[in-house]
């Protein structure tokens, strides 16, 4: 009978009764979990932005009551009125607004006519000139705004939008920003057009523009940025009120002995809508161009 019982095929034998019981599962959370540093400190960052637009509807007198209100009794728009109904400063938004296009434009133009030169073109001491360029960035402005001065002096540009906008046709970030987007394009889309008859020019603006809309997003959002929030080089450059700026034209709401703060806050507001919708509507080209820019040295 033992016999028997070894020699019986193991499929007759009886099994244990797989577990019934379900395994747990893992639960994910509907978002990253880097979120949960990231919420708290946007919410960080974006408090003094919060507190800018309650202030501006608050009234001078709990602006300046201590310990200072935390919200508003009301909706006061007085530093608005006070704002909108100054005579200049409508010509102090459009001074801005000319000096940050024209400082945009310029450095897209010559930005891309030099990172690509510096990516593509091979010349007599152009790695030199490259790092005595990017060299300049760690210069600080206050050991060239005398120079600058000098300079603008003698092209007769004082007390001019010429002033404020000559030294920022074209900055080296620009072109070095652009030179890095285009060592990361493949060289064979531009050699398949070489041999096509495409001559370098068309290469470059047929080609190569279309695919660095990021890398151009990026410069153009960061210089205006730059040239709209400028305050030292106005403050130097410019002595005639008509000639203002809305950085510098903000100055003039704050006095020796009476600073108008409602008005302050709502002129600071009305300035940062500006370079706000700018950056939230090149955001995504923003980040894609700077983790692209990064693949190549």
């Known amino acids: 009978m033992s016999a028997v019982t070894a020699s019986a095929p193991e499929s007759a034998r009886p099994q244990a009764a797989p577990d019934s019981t379900p395994s747990p599962r893992r639960k994910k959370l509907p978002f990253s979990a880097w979120h949960l540093l990231l919420a708290p400190l946007a919410i960080l960052f974006a408090l003094p932005l919060f507190w800018l637009v309650l202030s501006s509807v608050m009234s001078d007198a709990e602006i300046n009551r201590f310990p200072p209100a935390l919200w508003p009794s009301g909706i006061h728009l007085g530093g608005y009125h006070y704002v909108l109904g100054n005579a200049m400063f409508p010509r102090w938004f459009a001074n801005s607004l000319i000096v940050s296009a024209v400082a945009v434009a310029s450095n897209l133009v010559f930005g891309t006519l030099g990172g690509y030169a510096f990516a593509r073109m091979r010349f007599a ?59 990361s394009l493949p060289r064979e889309l531009e050699e398949a057009a070489w041999i096509d008859g495409c001559s370098r020019m068309r290469v470059l603006f047929l080609i190569v523009l279309p695919l660095s809309r990021p890398a151009l997003s990026t410069v153009a959002v960061l210089t205006f940025l730059t040239t709209w929030n400028d305050l030292t080089w106005p403050l130097i450059a410019i002595n005639h009120d008509t000639q203002y700026t809305l950085q510098l034209g903000l100055t003039t709401f704050q006095g020796q002995h009476h600073t108008k703060w409602s008005a302050v806050m709502a002129g600071n507001v009305i300035t940062v809508l500006p370079v706000l919708i700018a950056f939230l509507g090149a955001q995504k080209s ?11 040295g």
């Open 125 to 183: 001491g152009s790695r030199a000139l490259m790092v005595l360029m990017l060299a300049t960035m760690a210069i600080p402005f206050q050991l060239t705004m005398i120079p600058t001065f000098l300079i603008m002096k003698q092209l007769g540009l004082i007390d001019t939008l010429g002033a404020l906008i000559v030294p920022s046709l074209v900055t080296p970030f620009a072109v070095f920003l652009l030179r890095q987007f285009f060592l």
């Open 286 to 296: 923003f980040i894609q161009s700077i983790t692209s820019s990064g693949l190549k």
